[in-house]
């Protein structure tokens, strides 16, 4: 009699976890796969219950072709390629230097060109830069190549005169996947 009840109990307990374990929460509730619209081109289908949908960005067009601050640009990815973190020490910002030599140390990194080597890249293609933007001492350009494969803005700063890198893109800022992100330059 004993050895009943507990089957049976058992029997209702592992019924109730079968109905528990349902599958698909949309069949049989009217939820036909949907078209994703966004984008005319894709076959990627939607259920509409997304959260973010990926967005390209629009093409910007070159307007110029970053003649003051060019030449830091491909200097830093020279010497990147180069490995020569003297000709970096002088490119990147004051800030930027004691970020990166701060997060060296905690990672235990002797060589300043392969740590930052290993978020920018090194190409055998030269940088392309473009749409550089002046206001101040602060100018955003616009640079491709290397583990940039889109066009990808970065913040340069003028220190003693001179434009120095910052390693801050305003696309990357809520991506902090690098050397720590100095504090955003206003």
């Known amino acids: 009699?004993?050895?009943r009840t507990a089957t049976?109990?058992?029997?209702?307990?592992?019924?109730?976890?079968?109905?528990?374990?349902?599958?698909?929460?949309?069949?049989?509730?009217?939820?036909?796969?949907n078209i994703n619209l966004s984008n005319p081109n894709s076959n990627r289908r939607s259920d509409g219950n997304s959260?973010?949908?990926?967005?390209?960005?629009p093409i910007i067009e070159t307007s110029n072709n970053a003649s003051a601050t060019s030449p830091v640009v491909r200097s830093y990815f020279d010497a990147l390629k180069n490995k020569d973190d003297a000709a970096l020490s002088s490119i990147l910002s004051a800030q930027y230097l004691r970020t990166v030599s701060s997060d060296?140390?905690?990672?235990?990194?002797?060589?300043?060109s392969s740590y930052l080597?290993?978020?920018d890249g090194?190409?055998?293609?030269?940088?392309?830069?473009?749409?550089?933007?002046?206001?101040g001492?602060?100018?955003?350009?616009?640079?491709?190549?290397?583990?940039?494969l889109n066009w990808t803005p970065y913040i340069l700063l003028k220190e003693g005169g001179i434009w120095k890198w910052t390693g801050q893109s305003p696309d990357?800022?809520?991506?902090?996947?690098?050397?720590?992100?100095?504090p955003v330059v206003k």
């Open 172 to 182: 990357l800022d809520s991506v902090k996947q690098g050397p720590s992100a100095s």
């Open 8 to 33: 049976v109990i058992l029997a209702v307990i592992f019924c109730f976890f079968l109905a528990g374990c349902g599958g698909n929460p949309n069949v049989n509730k009217g939820n036909a796969t």
């Open 117 to 119: 080597a290993e978020y």
């Open 137 to 148: 001492d602060k100018a955003v350009v616009e640079i491709k190549g290397a583990n940039f």
């Open 51 to 57: 959260a973010v949908d990926t967005v390209k960005k």
């Open 104 to 112: 060296m140390k905690k990672e235990k990194k002797a060589s300043m």
């Open 1 to 3: 009699m004993i050895l």
């Open 122 to 135: 090194v190409s055998d293609k030269p940088i392309e830069v473009r749409n550089e933007r002046i206001e």
